[in-house]
């Protein structure tokens, strides 16, 4: 899934570069917290063994952990970004759908990382 973040993260800079470009700030800064959990996820996949050995803690604990926290981080973001829309409905449905796409991802990290490991 190293690739598949990295597509992610890809993808939604420049969707935020083409906002910042567009002249439209606030939707690019509504897409900055969405870059946190691939970006962590990579980060995670490269660390995740080190800190393994640092804590008294198994590889993919370590990893779950990196994610379950980017998730956090990345929720608590997008509900500090949800004030620069005027209108209620907007936030609603860009924090709703902001916290489907964290969570649905984290899952699916987390689920393959856990399959990989336990398959062997």
Known sequence: ML????AIFLLI????FMYVRAKKKNYALATVPLL???L???LAYAASGKLANILPMDKFTVYAAI???AVVISSCLVGVMSYKFPKRSTKTAYIIMSLIFNITL???LVYNMF???YRK
Request: with cysteine; hydrophobic share 65%.
């Open 3 to 6: 690739i598949e973040c990295a």
């Open 13 to 16: 800079s420049a969707v935020s």
């Open 36 to 38: 946190i959990l691939p």
């Open 40 to 42: 962590a996820n990579i």
């Open 67 to 69: 994610n379950i926290v």
């Open 106 to 108: 984290a899952a699916i």
């Open 115 to 117: 399959e990989a490991i």
